[in-house]
């Protein structure tokens, strides 16, 4: 019998073999949004926009693997000599297939392993404007090979490729989590409007073909499912490869999403919620009145904070109503909250209690209850607004100011008054911070990246159904994988679908008799 | 030697001598391992434990249903006859046995992409008993022992490593001396607190026609060792005298005229083509739908929510379910002489004398005479997230589980947890470490990582959809995969890694032959004008590249080429498929290689994700703790992780590490000769 801490010396000694070895065993697992993946390959060129937005003059893109050099070749016109390694070199950027010019800009090559990734590495630094960054951004993912980084991905492959050290190793968890959260508040922003309808509905139909597939090869023989359900997923098939062609031809890409910082106001009723929004806006862009429930909808307005882009969002105050509107009102502040990369929480101070441990309590559950995700709030995602102290007594102002400042797990609290500007300036100075910090952040507020990303996954999904139609009459297995595969591409953007879920639709539409 | 129908032909009769052996019989007071149950998970344990060289026990209750087959009369199909080429691969007892018991065989899927051929055949019981039981007696180290197992012996959980128990051995019914042993293989069935079920009578027992088994062991299972159990149901159909069906109302399903053997090392079956017997396929009428529903009040199986299987049903199920269709029945032979037919699709645990009244509204069957009725049983099975890849109970050393005590169905799924389980109950017996098969490289794989990952919640039954590498993961090639794995682990016969090795050498040559004949596309159009060739990137196209059309087989390339070619046309099926197949696998490879790595790095199952120092969310936690992965692959693929955590797990193991280091070094005296001896065990260990 082996003694179990003998055992556990084998298993250390094993992980630490497998940490060594070049060749990562975690990216592909990780690399999606929603956590699990399969079949991204660490051979994949990946690429994406590593500078910030908003109003900056340049922006960085960063392209890592061994098809590097392709881009090297097919927008810079490099094509017979590689430039000097880690040499800054003006060129003009060129769309690979119209050979349009994008951009003019410097270009830069590290050959591996000398590069942040350890891979072979370009980036392109161009002009900051969001028309240049998504041209070039688009263009890069309709080069063969490559396809847009998911969550952490730079990261890990320079973790893997002991780029990092101890320390920074420690924080990829939590720079991975970030990350992923990033885009998946992106993905909500996408998901929640039409094109997410489309892509749900896609998903579903793609699953159903593959379950009466594999209905059709696991059972038919001996069970009683007709040759028409083959004929049915033809159909289906031919549709959707059809509607997945015209939507990445089509130009419009659906709705426009705006970009920028997403900051929702959020809190209970009476608050001052709109108020706020007025007073940043310094215009009365939201109606305010002392009825408890005056906002219904969420107010949207474009601000320019320091000059960061912002979308700053007012939304309906948060109770328990009979009203039907209002509750549609309460269900989409409760959306908006989820998908803000920052959330302003509005509180009324004259209803705190006046002693500060109390109030710090009374605080800390109100944050709960608004931000509802199950998660600790991250560090820098939510400020605490606490309005009307010019109501306040002077001493519990002062106590509050105060007192609150170190207690842990509240978020920064502001002391404002909407009506007297009192605090307004302090408040400012703390948001353009935070903003700023976001910015820095390319993940956040960049609908192109999301955009970019959906396209390269469905250009697969379109491909892995091509294979269908190679395979349909030679070899249905082959032919089912590639409807898996199309699945695998679509379930990047949709969430992942597991055998089981197949087997499910299965047994639903099937009687399965033996 | 492969072209020897089986290994050793067999007396017809009287396989086991007449005189069962008791305990105070049994050879030794201490073995290896000791198999309780002899049917097709019990079997392939027993042996696999025995080729791997351990003294081995099996004990059961009969010897005379040793490897009988309590339900359908037949072995394979899609998925399930993957599992037998795999178990064959591993040199285990299913895939000759169904050579030699076979009277009907049929490649299912036939059209559809030999990614999932379904190699299936009927099966003459009587037949199958005698080879199971006759291979059984002649394996060198397997004894067999008829008795009732009372008790699991087991120690106290070790203080220094809490719930931590070891297996002892077994105490037998008759209240005889203990017999003990490393390890001990669970395969019970259906027969852990099992219940009988026709129409209101239920009554304790696991097959019909034996005793009930002791209650002992469910009670060891569930209160010495805490193992969480759940409730499962199953059922089976009435048999029915052939006579009196009249089968010119039922359509004629013959078998392929040349019967495809299961075994790499059966070039042709018992059966002679000509002697096999057909299927009959018939439907069910309205007049059936309407007696199950006017007797569901008489069914007490139907009846009880305990979870049977979405795609075995019952009868009354599948009417309850899908009202106002037809069902299909197939009516299938018992055996070469056997006068009894097995409707297949008519399960039902209704009194007899309505299930006569049920089949007799089927046109075939309107004057059929019921041999033995149908009934349902219901069962205790542990869930399996409780047991290592190796099978293993994670909190109780040297004891083992398969087949259906895990919650799986069918015999081929029983078949392939038997011979793991065997093989690592042998292992375990020997201190050698847990041998792991990955869901990358076989349905065996797949099947017992769902099992031990994901738990089950319906009786669990291999589908091809249930493999994501299902394009490697062929019929065709279980022995590339497995023969070579199974022979490092000294679980395969001599004969079959010699035959083995003659097949991947004449494979790999016949490659190399097809890789040789290069020829421009143009040069390829003239030789065969009526195959479209596309061009290539490097203006040559292999013989390998051709043998991917749909047209091209490997025939074609022979005539052409006879004098490269035509030595190796004994391989020209599998070489057509592997030219198709390749391209496919090669794009899945890199994603194999990622599982393999991760499979590779073990999570100790001691730990405590509650107090663990690594950032984790709460629900994370729950989960890990809820379902204790054993690597760090288990874990990426448990619902509910996130790549943030499995990073965070990935470092703590590392973190871990680095601290074991520092303190071997600090004591390295003590420690070196533990650590040269741990390398040695990991060398060991088959890639």
Partial sequence: MLPVSAVCGGIYRAAIRTLRTRNPPLCRRLSSGDGVLAGLADADTIFALSSGHGRCGVAVVRISGPAATTALRCMVGLRKHLPPPRTALLRSITDPHSKEVLDRGLVLWFPAPHSFTGEDSVEFHIHGGPAVITAVLQALGSVPGMRPAEAGEFTRRAFHAGKLDLTEVEGLGDLIHAETEAQRRQALRQMSGDLGRLYQDWSHRLKRCLAHVEAFIDFSEDELIEDGVLDRVDISVCDLQAEINQHLKDERRGERLRSGVHVVIAGATNAGKSSL????????AAIVSPIAGTTRDVVETALDIGGFPVLLSDTAGLRDSPDLVEQEGVRRARERVQQADLTLVVVDSTILPSEVQRAAAVLLKHLESVLTSQEQPEAGRCLLVLNKTDLLPEAQREQLS????????????????????????????VLQSTVQTMCADPLSGAPTLTQARHRAHLQQCAAALAQYWRYRDSDLALAAEGVRLALTGLGRITGRVGAEEILDIIFKDFCIGK | MSRMLTRKLLPVRNILPPVTKRASHVHRQRYDVIVVGGGHAGTEAAAAAARVGAETLLVTQKTHTIGALSCNPSLGGVGKGHL???????????????DWAGIHFSILNRRKGPAVWGPRAQLDRQRYREFIQAELLSTPRLEVLEGSVEELLVTD?????????????????????????????????????????????????????????????????RERLGLRVGRLRTGTPPRVLKDSVDLSLAKLHPPDSHPTPFSFMNTRTRCKPEEQLPCYLTYTTPGVERVVRESLHLNCHIQQDAKG?????????????????????????????????????????MPPDVQLRLIREIPAMHRAEIHTPGYGVQYDYVCPTQLSPALQVKNTQGLFLAGQINGTTGYEEAAAQGLWA?????????????????????YIGVLIDDLVSRGVNEPYRMFTSRAEFRTSLRPDNADLRLTQKGSLLGCVSSARRDEFLRVKLRLQDAEAALRALTLSPAGWRKMMPGISVSESKNGTLSGMDLLQYKDVSFEMLASLFPEQLSPHIEFSERLKIEAVYKPHCDLSKREVERIQKEENMSLPQDLDYFSLPVSLSKEVREILDRFRPSTLGAATRLEGMTPAAVVNLLNYVQIAERKERMMNRSNAGQQEGRGEDLCARNASLPQ
């Fill in chain 1, 402 to 429: 105060l007192g609150l400042r170190g207690t842990s797990g509240l978020p920064p609290v502001c002391l404002i008054s909407c009506q007297t500007s009192e605090g307004l300036k302090d408040f400012l100075t």
């Fill in chain 2, 309 to 349: 299987p979405r795609y075995c049903p019952s009868i009354e199920s599948r009417v309850l379910r899908f009202p106002g269709r037809r069902h299909q029945v197939w009516l299938e032979p018992e055996g070469m002489t056997s006068d009894l037919l097995y409707p297949q699709g008519l399960s039902m645990t």
């Fill in chain 2, 422 to 442: 065997g093989v690592n109950a042998a292992r375990w017996a020997r201190s050698l470490p847990p041998a792991g098969l990955s869901r990358t490289e076989s």
């Fill in chain 1, 277 to 284: 929004l007025n007073t940043l806006c310094q215009r009365p």
């Fill in chain 2, 84 to 98: 037998v080429r795999e178990i064959d691969a591993l040199d285990g007892l299913c895939g000759r046995a169904g």
């Fill in chain 2, 157 to 221: 959980p070790n203080p220094e490593e809490p719930g931590r128990h070891r297996v002892t051995g077994i105490r037998l019914a008759n209240g005889s001396r203990p017999i003990s042993a490393s390890s001990v293989v669970l395969t019970t069935g259906t027969f852990l607190s099992g219940s009988l079920f026709v129409g209101h009578t239920v009554s304790p027992g696991g097959r019909i026609g034996d005793a009930p088994s002791s209650t002992g062991l469910s009670q060891t299972l």
